[in-house]
């Protein structure tokens, strides 16, 4: 049963460089969504998707990109890492969209990405 | 707009004392309110959650929380606590944000310490 995956768990980028977090889920959820942790600043939105081919921008969405191609993968890219992006970033699904109806997140274990 | 405080960065309390950590909340409309909890270096899990009907809301490891609408607050309590319960707790409210769509605010989080 393994819920939300993400890969990889921890990254050091350069100043510059892109890359790639993955995010896969197996519970057939409609909404999946990427946030990232910061000290003190609780959780913020960065992307959300509300279903295959669906995308939209969420709080802090500069900087990053993702797409849905399918019911279970949310990848989201950095195009061009800065230090500001240095963040514990968490990947969430739900059966569907949690702001409208309530329904419980699950969220991934977190991928923790450093940009020196 | 909406918002969230948890107004305690950090929460000590002996193991076996109740335990309770404070969330209030400002949403336009009626709110939909949770806890998730997450431990070190782990994503977050779903605690329990208020939709409706009973103002006492029981979730689990022995969690639960009072929806106090006058006040505005859905603080998270518990009997006994335990020192496995040390983790940083955080508050969520989805809220109407205007032209038929809902917004999901997480706090900032509060860190539980339980002392043995």
């Known amino acids: 049963n393994a819920g939300v995956t993400q890969t990889p768990k921890f990254q050091v980028l350069k100043t510059g460089q892109s890359m790639t977090l993955q995010c896969a889920q197996d519970?057939?959820?409609?909404?999946m969504s990427w946030y990232r942790q910061d000290p003190g600043m609780g959780l913020r939105l960065i992307h959300y998707?509300?279903?295959?081919?669906?995308?939209d921008q969420g709080e802090v969405p500069n900087g990053y990109n993702v797409s849905r191609s399918t019911t279970e993968d949310f990848p989201l890219r950095l195009l061009s890492a800065a230090p500001s992006q240095t963040s514990v970033y968490f990947c969430?699904?739900?059966?569907?969209?949690?702001?409208?109806?309530?329904?419980?997140?699950?969220f991934g274990e977190g991928s923790w990405l450093t940009v020196v | 707009a909406q918002s969230v405080a948890q107004p305690e960065d950090q929460v000590n309390v002996a193991e076996g004392n109740p335990l309770t950590v404070k969330c209030t909340y400002s949403?336009?409309?009626?709110?939909?309110l949770f806890w998730y909890v997450q431990y070190p270096n782990r994503g977050l899990q779903f605690l329990l959650k208020?939709?409706?009907?009973?103002?006492l809301v029981k979730g689990s490891y022995g969690f639960e929380a009072e929806f106090n609408k006058s006040q505005t607050s859905f603080h998270l309590k518990k009997p006994s606590a335990l020192v496995s319960d040390s983790a940083l707790y955080f508050c969520?409210?989805?809220?109407?944000?205007?032209?038929?769509?809902?917004?999901?605010?997480f706090g900032k989080g509060t860190k539980l310490s339980v002392i043995p």
């Open positions: 208020y939709i409706t009907g009973d103002n």
């Open positions: 998707s509300v279903g295959a081919g669906i995308t």
């Open positions: 519970m057939n959820h409609e909404y």
């Open positions: 949403v336009s409309g009626n709110p939909y």
């Open positions: 969430a699904s739900s059966y569907s969209d949690p702001q409208g109806h309530g329904n419980t997140i699950y």
């Open positions: 969520a409210v989805r809220g109407y944000s205007g032209a038929g769509s809902y917004q999901l605010t």
